[in-house]
């Protein structure tokens, strides 16, 4: 977690950012503090020893931690929209001292009800429409660029899988400074314009939350797949052009039903020509029962994985992913 004079707000999973931007707060994503955090197991570890149990998600036990090693004083738990586990978590955070404020994305995505939490949230911080609608054109400046990351990933092989999924990821908070997070982004496009485009590779989707696994996309590129869509990571980047915060945040599909996930996702593969789909769920999450739905409805190659704690691929999950990219290279020749 960068260092800056603002005061930086923790939270669980993607929220409007504009309202911390406007409100001059630092936006510190705690699953992003947490997975790169050097000592992620003992964040883990940490949880554990506290009382949580064994069959609760990682990422939950890292959240926890993270924000006590972080001395976080405040928070915003989404309640709705994300993991169910996040209420036991806020009200276990209160216990430490830590200011908690709940924030649901409506199940039915009604345009009523994103707009009265938007506007709850929006009230606590104590800021305006105007100043909302100010910073939102300031980060849409930043997320266009990490678009252009996207598309000189797809388009051009230029951008590999995992610098992909790094900077789309990074935009759920900016790395706590927009402006820093603005120069890596010009940096980097910069350095890939330059690049000669990657040939010869197997194009994957990447489904599902961002992988807690380390070393995913290394593998997948030594056993010749290339990752060309990053689905969620892709989503924390604001993808769409609208006309309202409200309407943008409506669009974001994470946090709805996976019908609506899936129509995003299907346009994508077929935009980028996917030869085959990781799709990623963690242990003891309820989005590993979404698997039915999406083995379903892929006639693509599916390869599903199962994440329980941050490190490498064990070797029987890295032998599954190389058989997996060699079955699909030996369908195509």
């Known amino acids: 977690m960068p260092k800056t004079s603002l005061s930086p707000v923790g939270f669980t ?12 707060r630092q936006p510190v994503d705690l699953n992003n503090v947490f997975i790169t955090d050097p000592a992620c197991h003992d964040l883990i570890d940490e949880a554990e020893m506290a009382g949580f149990p064994r069959n609760i998600c990682g990422w939950i036990k890292g959240l926890y931690g993270a924000t006590l090693r972080q001395g976080i004083q405040e928070i915003i738990a989404v309640t709705e929209g994300d993991c169910s586990n996040t209420k036991a978590l806020m009200e276990v955070l209160q216990l430490h001292g830590v200011t908690t404020t709940p924030f649901a994305f409506p199940y039915d995505r009604s345009v009523a009800s ?53 900077f789309q990821v ?21 350095q890939a314009r330059k690049r000669q485009p990657k040939t010869g590779m197997l194009r994957l ?68 020509q996917v030869d085959g789909i990781i799709h990623y769920v963690q242990s003891f999450c309820f989005r590993q029962i979404e698997d039915l739905i999406v083995r379903q409805r892929f006639k693509l190659p599916i390869l599903t994985l199962e994440g329980d704690r941050p490190g490498p691929l064990d070797a029987r999950t890295r032998i599954r992913v190389e058989g997996f990219v060699e079955m699909i290279r030996a369908r195509k020749s």
């Open 13 to 24: 999973t993607t929220i409007p950012l504009e309202i911390l931007l406007a409100a001059g």
């Open 205 to 272: 989707a990447y489904m599902g939350v961002p992988p807690i696994f380390t070393d995913l996309y290394q593998v997948l590129e030594e056993s010749g797949g290339q990752v060309v869509f990053n689905e969620t990571q892709r989503q924390f980047s604001m993808p769409y052009a609208t006309d309202s915060l409200i309407e943008q945040y409506r669009r974001y599909t994470y946090p709805y039903d996976i019908f609506v996930r899936l129509a995003d996702i299907e346009e994508e593969i077929a935009k980028r």
């Open 114 to 166: 994103l707009t009265h939490e938007i506007n709850k949230l929006a009230d606590h911080f104590g800021v305006s429409a105007e100043q909302i609608e100010a910073a939102r054109q300031r980060l849409n400046q930043v997320r266009r660029k990490v678009h252009e990351i996207d598309r000189l990933t797809w388009q051009e092989n230029l951008v590999s899988g995992e610098e992909n999924h790094y």
């Open 170 to 190: 990074c935009t759920s908070d900016m790395n706590g400074d927009v402006d820093a997070f603005e120069a890596e982004v010009d940096a980097f496009l910069d």
